[in-house]
């Protein structure tokens, strides 16, 4: 009878030894990772520190202690739906809904438009494939305009200038504002000479090319009478 209920007792120590090592089983990966833009605040690296979480670039694989039966994610996320920061370790609750890591909240309020987001997980390190950082959205970049001198059918500089640098008012006065620019006259054909153009030309000149024929009866004596002159005195 002794050696059967030292055999018993062996049993049920076996059994409870089993039993608690069994809890001792799970494993979480503790780590940090941060968005490059952030600065970790100085109380959250510290705490990150307490909780042997020293390199945030790598990671560690921790026993959990009893009672926490998984692990979990928490994800501080801003408004596009990114990671600020990340945080993995075990489950000190059995929640779905609710993040355990309640002294992270500080460090991700929505008024600083951060909102947090806890993943639960069971099972052993089942945690190991969340620890790096999620992007969901990239803001599209805002476009500019060309400034370069462009061909037809598209914009130039000026236009592009007037558009963007100055306002309305301006541009409307300087549109009802009048031309100071003097216009220049059309210059005259130069067409060439014909034999029409010629005779119009000389039937329009103020002197004529040859003596009329009224003028000839008194200028004959004249003439006679300065080369009888000339005659004599020869």
């Known amino acids: ?11 049920f120590c ?20 941060h968005n490059k833009s952030y600065t970790p605040d100085p109380k959250l690296k510290k705490m990150m520190n307490e909780w042997q979480i020293l390199d945030f670039t790598s990671k560690y694989d921790f026993q959990c202690l009893i ?12 408004e596009f739906g990114n990671d600020i920061f990340v945080v993995n370790g075990c ?6 809904l609710k993040c355990v890591y309640d002294k992270l909240d500080p460090f991700c309020l929505p008024e600083d438009k951060r909102y947090e987001h806890c993943e639960y997980c069971e099972g052993t390190r089942c945690n ?53 620019k003097r216009t220049r006259r059309p210059r005259a054909s130069k067409r060439p000479k014909t034999p029409e153009t010629t005779a119009t030309n000389a039937a329009a ?3 004529p090319s040859a003596m009329p024929a009224v003028l000839l009866p008194f200028c004959l004596p004249l003439f006679f009478r300065h080369l009888t002159v000339n005659v004599f005195d020869g």
Not at 69 to 76: D, E, I, L, M
Not at 154 to 159: D, F, I, L
Request: glycine share 4%; charged share 20%.
């Open 14 to 33: 076996l059994v409870m030894l089993a039993r608690h090592s069994a809890c001792w089983i799970n494993n979480c990966i503790h780590a940090f990772r």
């Open 128 to 180: 190991s494939n969340k620890i790096e950082l999620e992007t969901l959205y990239l803001p599209k970049t805002v476009g500019t305009k060309s400034t370069t001198r462009s061909t037809k059918g598209t914009t130039t500089t000026e236009e592009l200038d007037n558009e963007t640098d100055e306002p309305e008012s301006t541009k409307h006065s300087k549109k009802l504002a009048p031309s100071t």
């Open 67 to 78: 009672g926490n039966v998984g692990c979990q994610t928490y994800r501080c996320k801003n």
């Open 1 to 11: 009878m002794a050696s059967q209920s030292l055999v018993l007792v062996q049993l």
């Open 205 to 207: 000149a103020p002197y």
């Open 91 to 96: 489950a000190t609750k059995h929640e779905h």
